[in-house]
């Protein structure tokens, strides 16, 4: 079952007719950073001059790319980034140039590049990637240039003339909570489910939104368990009493061995992307095959791209050899944002992309893009993907 992120309503005829030039429902365009003329001296003295960007590509539709700054602590998340979005475009993007731009949290600087963007041409935007970028832009209103953001604000709505693709670790979560109820609730009339997180924001905020989704089925979900202690015994004293019908964890591999040990093999365990540890089927060609016997039996949420190597999506772009499981990742997002960008510019009347990062659908009404990932299974000490039952 996808993750959904609700959008305000805009139909898809306005979505395109943002790409053409005007703002969906006739809101302002960037109403908050449209206040006031900004000088070419402006845009300029703020951050790289247009002249010095990274480009790539070559064709009469612009697409510009927003990523933090270079000297900062993004950099090898922004690298991947544009690696990606580069080898998409140099497949799929014909026609197509794409102009890196590194923005920080300004608004001013924000309203400067937009406004130059706008006169030289550009069909929209993809991104920012961080999270208080989103917001920033999301809170000032519709922005005039339609844009993709790549990450998800909680607790921001986004305006009109923007949509989001991310992979947060929240969505997986969800994902993780509709397919172990289903599987659940075939012998269970309200199947419980037990959590265990570590003590990081990503374990909370994966743990809140399994538990969300899960209660929302009409499950019970007893209160997550925070754990920095990875003893069985320890282990099995807290979730053995409990005759949980599905254990969810929140947390690295460890914990899940740990929680495995504890249960014995038959528990069924679920999990995000957090517990790969690339061990996985069908690893490329002469790389070391990795082993995870320990974690047999444990499900997880995750993208294609990194549990899926032999598959035809995932096969057609290039996979850098020396890139860890994070970071490919962002590479994977990159592939999938200039996929989306290049339908969305191409006035597509229908997206439904197989995508590296799973599959990508935009609603009927253009209020909605979602993502669905595949579930995987480690057997014999490999994730192999799986359908739900």
């Known amino acids: 079952m996808s993750d959904t992120s609700t959008f305000p309503r805009f139909s898809r005829r306005s979505v395109l007719r943002a790409l053409l030039g005007g703002a969906a429902l006739g809101a302002p365009a960037f109403s908050a950073l449209a206040q006031g003329e900004t000088s070419t001296e402006e845009v300029e003295g703020r951050g790289v001059a247009s002249s010095e960007r990274l480009r790539f590509g070559g064709g009469p539709l612009g697409i510009a790319m927003f990523v933090p700054p270079a000297e900062g602590m993004y950099r090898r998340a922004t690298n991947a980034l544009v690696d990606g979005a580069r080898a998409a475009q140099a497949r799929d993007g014909s026609g197509i140039t794409v102009e890196v731009v590194e923005v920080d949290l300004d608004l001013v600087a924000l309203r400067g590049v937009y406004d130059e963007l706008q006169q030289r041409g550009f069909s929209m935007v993809i991104g920012p990637l961080t999270r208080d970028a989103v917001a920033l832009i999301a809170d000032a209103g519709a922005p005039p240039l339609f844009t993709l953001a790549l990450n ?10 923007m949509l989001s693709l991310g992979l947060s670790i929240e969505s997986e979560a ?44 009409g499950g019970e979900a007893y209160e997550s368990m925070t754990v920095s202690n990875t003893s069985s015994s320890r282990m099995r004293s807290k979730l053995a009493p409990l005759r949980a019908d599905v254990h969810f964890v929140a947390g690295q591999p460890v914990l899940a061995q740990a929680v495995r040990v504890a249960l014995g093999p038959r528990a069924a365990i679920y ?25 047999d039996g444990v499900r997880l949420v995750d993208l294609p791209w990194r549990v899926q190597p032999d598959a035809p999506a995932v096969m057609a772009y290039p996979r850098p050899a020396d890139m860890n499981l994070e970071l490919q990742k962002l590479y994977a997002l990159g592939i999938d944002a200039f996929r989306v960008a290049r339908l969305l510019v191409d006035r597509a009347p229908v997206i439904d992309l197989d995508g590296v990062t799973g599959r990508l659908r935009l609603s009927a009404d253009g209020t909605m893009l979602t993502r669905e990932g595949v579930l995987a299974e480690y057997r014999d000490g490999v994730l192999v993907p799986i359908a739900p039952s």
Do not use: C, K, M
Request: proline share 10%; aromatic share 6%.
């Open 271 to 295: 999990g995000t992307s957090r517990l790969n540890t690339g061990a996985v089927l069908g690893q490329p060609a002469g790389a070391f095959p990795l082993r995870s016997p320990e974690l």
């Open 174 to 217: 969800r994902q993780a909570a509709s397919i172990a109820y289903d599987e659940a609730a075939l012998v269970a009339p309200r199947p419980r489910a037990a959590l265990v997180q570590d003590d990081t924001p990503l374990g909370a905020r994966s743990a809140a939104a399994f538990a969300e989704r899960w209660r929302s089925r």
């Open 152 to 161: 998800q604000s909680e607790g921001h709505s986004l305006p009109p003339n």
